[in-house]
């Protein structure tokens, strides 16, 4: 399985549809010429990855690195299932989408729509991990059914709508209708969030082997395998916090019958 590594040398003139940008269309292919020349679409044209990247092979296994600010890129790491994709810089929205397993690591900012389906799909990601540095934008985790995402820094509005399972863990501010229309799944926050109270329950506070549970598993795989910069240092300040101090649990969304969770340090 080849690793490579791209290096963004010219912003684009048009949003991208990056999904092509794939370890694991990638990784089957030897020659620097051939990654160059796989298409992309770039609004209404197409162009080549070369016309974009400089293209380099690496030494490590199954991994695709990719280097710059990618805020216009949509779709990366679109059906990941395996290895890592590294992300030095922002990305645009859909990234992660439908992904089933692997890593995909962000050192910036995430758009909207994070681990979420594209149009026409309704299942969003159903395994694997995310992990953003920065901050991220709406509707992450959108009809999510397994895995985990970790966000850094703030993220917009709609967290975890319409989720199904799995676990977002956010180390700072929430935007509005977090866990809008979940019915399983984790929300594990920074704060109180402000939800509707015909929605979901009361708060209830708790202690429960969850946070120093997932308190070890996160160090575990940050001191393992992650990166030096992402380190997760605020995510796992929260996950300490739950750990030693327990949490606040409310459950919903009624609405849909529901019974997510979403959780913040007492």
């Not at 089933?100 to 050192?107: C, L, N, R, V």
């Not at 994070?114 to 309704?122: E, Y």
């Not at 935007?175 to 969030?193: C, D, E, F, H």
């Not at 996950?239 to 606040?248: C, K, P, Q, S, T």
Request: neutral net charge.
């Amino acid at each position: 399985m080849n690793s490579w590594l791209l290096e963004l040398q010219r912003q684009p003139e048009h949003d991208i549809d990056a999904s092509a940008i794939s370890l694991l269309a990638l990784a089957q292919i030897s020659d620097a010429d051939q990654v160059k020349r796989l298409h992309l679409q770039c609004g209404d044209d197409v162009c080549a990855v070369g016309e974009l990247f400089s293209v380099s092979k690496m030494p490590a296994e199954n991994e695709l690195q990719l280097v710059g600010d990618l805020s216009r890129f949509h779709r990366l790491g679109m059906q990941h299932r395996s290895g890592r994709m590294t992300i030095q810089g922002n990305v645009g929205n859909y990234a992660g989408t439908m992904m089933s397993g692997g890593e995909i690591w962000i050192a910036g900012d995430a758009g909207d729509f994070l681990g979420a389906p594209v149009a026409g799909f309704r299942s969003g990601m159903s395994g694997g991990r995310i992990v953003v540095g920065g901050s991220a934008g709406n509707h992450v985790g959108h009809r999510m059914r397994r895995g985990e995402i970790f966000i850094e820094a703030a993220v917009k509005d709609f967290l975890g709508s319409h989720q199904i399972a799995g676990t977002i863990v956010v180390a700072a501010t929430i935007g509005k209708s977090a866990g809008y229309a979940m019915r399983r799944g984790t929300l594990i926050v920074n704060q109180p969030p402000v939800l509707s109270r015909t929605r979901f329950s009361d708060p209830i506070e708790a202690f429960s082997v969850i946070g120093p549970l997932l308190e070890r598993q996160t160090k575990a795989w940050t001191s393992a395998a992650a990166p030096p910069q992402f380190a997760c240092k605020n995510v796992i300040g929260l996950l300490n916090r739950i750990a030693e101090d327990g949490f606040v649990s409310i459950r919903g969304d009624f609405a849909v019958g529901g019974q997510g969770e979403i959780l913040f340090p007492r």
